[in-house]
């Protein structure tokens, strides 16, 4: 019998798709950038959540199948968590590009604090495995966040790398927040993840600026 399938759905969840290890859950992190011509140009989205913390637009995978899970917490978290309804992402003329998928990008692995908190809420213990999109995006920048589905975001800024960074490096001060000491290795993680990306992001806009004069080796450095 022939499937309808496409060879690329059946590849990448055969060989591309390590089985989840025992213990771990599985989450998709979007790194957006802005490509408007307006003062948010080349600026990365965060968001903060209520607990006041900044991060990455993050949603969770459910399901055995990478491919479905994967379309499903991205329209998730662009609609229900940043509230863009109708997303337009696989168009002639999109809201957003998807310029890179990497696959099993990152692993966290708990502390102690962490896998406890996660055990008392009936959830894998031992960590979590990222994958990464990288996005481009054109639209309105002032998302519908605020009130609309997500009952967890508070808000969000477009800001440069470095200024991200400083967010990021801000959670580790608030620690009046009853969670801190549950998730302080986790925003040590997220500086360290957000740096990774950044690197990753760069990465790619080199590989989608190259052309014939461009030698391997200036790709790389």
Known sequence: MVSDKSFNYHFLKKYLH?????????DIA??????????TKNKVLLIKERTGFWGLPK???TGNNLMEGLLNALVDNL?????????VVFE?????IQKAYFVNYAKQIYDKERSEHEQKKDRPSKG???????????GDTLLPIDGRGSTEIEG???????????LLEANLTLEGNGVFKTFYESFIFNIEFFKKSVRAYEAV???YSFDKETSQLELLQ
């Not at 390590?18 to 599985?26: A, M, N, S």
């Not at 979590?128 to 054109?138: M, Q």
């Open 92 to 96: 002639k003329s999109p809201q957003f």
């Open 30 to 39: 979007l790194f957006i950038v802005s490509r408007n011509n307006d003062s």
């Open 79 to 87: 609609g229900y968590e940043l509230g863009l309804k109708g997303v």
């Open 156 to 166: 969000f800024e477009w800001v440069d790398f470095k200024s991200a960074e400083k």
């Open 59 to 61: 949603r969770g995978i």
């Open 205 to 207: 806009e080199k590989l």
């Open 128 to 138: 979590k495995i990222y994958h990464l999109i990288i996005l481009d995006y054109w």
């Open 18 to 26: 390590i089985k989840l290890p025992v213990g771990f859950r599985e």
